[in-house]
Every structure is written in structure tokens, then in C-alpha cells.
């Protein structure tokens, strides 16, 4: 059972990024997938989650109107994409899977290597 993300690298401020969470081990349609991001010196942070109806509950209401998520069942994986990126979205950016969004950020969980985010100015 194991996710990866993917997808990060460095962008000019206005530009757009995704962002892949692929599963492997299990089957992610039926899982909400949350998405997490830790800037640096600061705690990790809820960005939003996907759940398994694809609906998305916004975590941080500086991300809403250009974030957005989908899944591509198919490929067992789920995205995040990033528009009119910010410097302040500089961060490593983590996704979770679980039963409910509220579990995707429960204490104690094991996280995986995340993907770099870097907006330049």
C-alpha cells in the first residue's frame, strides 16, 4: 500500500503546476485523498481534499478559485492542480488517502516523500 506524489518543480509566479498522487496496493476511487503542504519553518497545513464522490473541501481559503482536484481512476491516481501560483504556495506538498478527509489528517500518520513546489517572484 503506497502513495507517491509527483509533479513538483519550479515555477514563475502566475504559472500552473499538477500535482500526482498515484496509489499502488490498493484502489484510490474509493478512498477521500487529501492534500497537505509544509512550507519551510512552518507546520504542515491541509490544502484541500478530494473525497471518494469527487467533491473538494478547501482546507485554506488562499488556495480556493485557483486550486482544484480530479481523479483519473484509470491511472489510480488523483491530482491537484495548481493555477495563478503564488510564492507563499512554495512548499512541500504531500497527499494522504483514507476513509473520510476528516481522517486524512489524523495524528501519527506516515507520510510519504512529498513533491517540491517552488514559486519564484
Known amino acids: 500500500v503506497q502513495l507517491v506524489e509527483s509533479g513538483g518543480g519550479l515555477v514563475q509566479a502566475g504559472g500552473s503546476l499538477r500535482l500526482s498522487c498515484a496509489a499502488s496496493?490498493?484502489?484510490?476511487?474509493?478512498?477521500?485523498v487529501g492534500w497537505f503542504r509544509q512550507a519551510p519553518g512552518k507546520e504542515r497545513e491541509g490544502v484541500l481534499c478530494?473525497?471518494?464522490?469527487?467533491?473538494?473541501?478547501y482546507y485554506t481559503d488562499s488556495v480556493k478559485g485557483r486550486f482544484t482536484a480530479s481523479r483519473d481512476s484509470a491511472k489510480n491516481t488523483v491530482y491537484l492542480e495548481m493555477n495563478s501560483l503564488k510564492p507563499e504556495d512554495t512548499a512541500v506538498y504531500y497527499c494522504?488517502?483514507?476513509?473520510?478527509?476528516?481522517?486524512?489528517?489524523?495524528?501519527?500518520?506516515?507520510w510519504g516523500q512529498g513533491t517540491q513546489v517552488t514559486v519564484s517572484s
Open positions: 478530494f473525497t471518494s464522490t469527487d467533491n473538494i473541501i
Open positions: 494522504a488517502a483514507d476513509s473520510s478527509c476528516r481522517a486524512t489528517s489524523r495524528p501519527g500518520r506516515s
Open positions: 496496493g490498493f484502489t484510490l476511487h474509493y478512498y477521500a
